[in-house]
């Protein structure tokens, strides 16, 4: 998807932010990411920015849209680890969610790095949040029509469920933020670790090294093997299926390292 220019968005929402954050010096898109049809850091002559907008369509929200919201809605119970929501509005077809802006690196996965532990003390901290009743969507969502059972993957647990490399932020004092919410949902707290299994195997990990990483967290250590095993095999079906469907780049290494992780577990056709 192509991301809009910032002269799309409608006048009273530029002068509005104009207003507040000074006459705009830099408009930056952000490097990654596809969710949003704008994803720029905005740098005012008073202050910086994050603002993601995204279109309506005529008759209902659109799938970004949908994102937006769910962003919005989890906002002020992750504060502790995310970049706060400054201001939301829905102007002209639009909705625009404006962000602090979070100076900051991506960290890097590979086996050894430093960022780990960093990385490990914020899902530490996100699975003691407790879940917000506003996050009303079940990430089992994800695996139904595609046959099996997902209620091993079914609880409470508050879930970024995205957590790859792309969607955290570390600053020069080391803080961790997770950004792009648009996926948050509850079920079983371990879950958040599988999501993360095909993007340290992307950085580098062997499967068993990327298991051994995630035994530090006390749900990944206590959940049933044999429900993890159930992740596995639905995991993949429906990346194979989504592979199938829908073209996308990125699809097929991710394929490629679910595929490598269920396989090692032993739960592959
Ligand atoms: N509040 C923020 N401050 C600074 N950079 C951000 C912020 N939010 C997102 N980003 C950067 O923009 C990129 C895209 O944002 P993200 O929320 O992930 O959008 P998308 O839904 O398009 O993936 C992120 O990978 C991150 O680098
Ligand atoms: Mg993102």
């Known amino acids: 998807m192509t991301r809009s220019d910032w002269d799309d968005l409608p006048a009273s929402e530029r002068e509005a932010i104009t207003n507040q954050y000074g006459q705009i010096k830099d408009i930056r898109p952000a490097d990654s990411g596809n969710h949003a049809d704008i994803a720029s850091t905005v740098i005012g002559e008073h202050g910086t ?4 907008a995204a279109r309506k369509l005529p008759e209902k929200d659109g799938p970004e849209v949908t994102s937006l919201r769910w962003e919005a ?7 502790e ?12 077809g639009w909705l625009v969610l404006v962000f602090e802006h979070i100076p900051g690196r ?18 530490h901290l996100l699975q003691k949040t407790s879940p917000p009743a506003v996050v009303d969507r079940p990430v089992t969502m994800r695996w139904h029509g595609i046959g099996g059972d997902a209620s091993p993957m079914s ?3 508050l879930l970024h469920t995205d957590i790859n490399a ?8 080391d803080a961790v933020y997770f950004v792009d919410w648009a996926f948050v949902s509850h079920g079983a707290p371990w879950v958040e670790m599988g999501q993360m299994i095909p993007w340290l195997l992307s950085a580098g990990h062997t499967p068993a090294s990327a298991e051994k990483w995630l035994h530090q967290f006390p749900a990944w250590r206590e ?5 993890i095993d159930q992740y596995a095999r639905l995991h993949t079906a429906v990346w194979t299926r989504r592979h199938e469907m829908v073209s996308a780049e990125w699809i097929g290494p991710y394929l490629a ?5 269920a396989s090692y577990r032993g739960v592959l056709e």
């Open 49 to 52: 920015v994050f603002v993601k």
């Open 73 to 79: 809605k989890v906002n002020p119970f992750v504060n």
């Open 166 to 173: 792309k969607n955290v932020l570390i600053t020069p004092e």
């Open 106 to 123: 991506h960290p890097d996965y590979s086996p050894g790095s430093c960022d780990l532990d960093l990385v490990a003390k914020a899902v």
């Open 81 to 92: 680890f995310a970049p706060r929501l400054l201001r939301s509005t829905e102007v002209e």
């Open 257 to 261: 390292d679910v595929r490598r992780w």
């Open 223 to 227: 959940a049933d093997p044999t429900s």
């Open 155 to 157: 609880g409470q647990a």
